[in-house]
């Protein structure tokens, strides 16, 4: 008998009726309520599910099928491996949360992640500076926020997510084009809409589950 329940994200109180895979190959999508939130969950065998790419993935399609529903579902991201023992594990971490979670879904509320890398092709000559100073100011009347990301590559020129709202994407998705054609010795790797991991810090831990929130 199934008692775990693997936790994808908060939302404002709502059902859910999504046709998509979850986590360690879950049927039935569901939430779990506290008003005024919902947790969307699956069940769940395992404590400690493997973060494979496979199981990655499946948390981010049902994140993505939340994203879609009504024609814009807001939704705070949980990180992959949130697992509770108990419906009542669920519902404390939201009661517990109440605030972080209602600031969250404010700032966050009708708007999408969508994530930028310019990466140098082999053997260009590119002045990466030169183009941080060009690109940033282009893209920062378009998106609300900005997070950098991490510089794996030497080939990296610039990594960023942009929190942008749904009815500024044609604009953004316009600007990041005109990049494609303006800079040939660059790829570009445009990504998303995600939900918008880097724009919302809540920390939950301990074994009375705290959450913390910016």
Excluded: C
């Excluded at 979670?101 to 994530?115: H, N, P, Q, S, Y």
């Excluded at 100073?133 to 893209?139: C, M, N, S």
């Amino acid at each position: 008998m199934t008692s775990n329940y693997y936790v994808y994200g908060v939302v404002g109180k709502t059902t859910v009726d999504v046709a998509v895979a979850g986590v360690e190959g879950a049927t039935d999508i569901y939430t779990v309520d506290y008003p005024p939130f919902s947790a969307i969950v699956s069940d769940i065998d395992t404590e400690e599910p493997e973060e494979t790419d496979e199981n990655a993935r499946a948390h981010d399609d049902v994140l993505q099928a939340v994203m879609q529903l009504d024609g814009g579902t807001t939704v705070v991201p949980m990180r992959f491996g949130m697992v509770f023992d108990s419906a009542r594990g669920v519902k404390n971490i939201l009661r517990g949360g109440r605030r972080a979670f209602t600031k969250a879904l404010r700032d966050t509320e009708g708007k999408v992640e969508l994530g930028v890398k310019l990466v140098a092709k082999q053997d260009a000559d590119v002045d990466t500076e030169a183009v941080h100073d060009d690109v940033t100011p282009r893209l920062a009347p378009v998106a609300e926020q900005a997070a950098d990301g991490d510089h794996f590559s030497d080939l990296l020129v610039l990594n960023k997510s942009y929190l942008v709202a749904r009815e500024n994407r044609d604009a953004f998705d316009a600007v990041v084009e005109e990049l494609e054609a303006e800079y040939p010795d660059l790829r570009v790797q445009y990504t998303g809409p995600w939900a918008p991991y880097n724009f919302v810090d809540i920390e939950i831990s301990g074994e009375r589950s705290n959450v913390t929130g910016r």
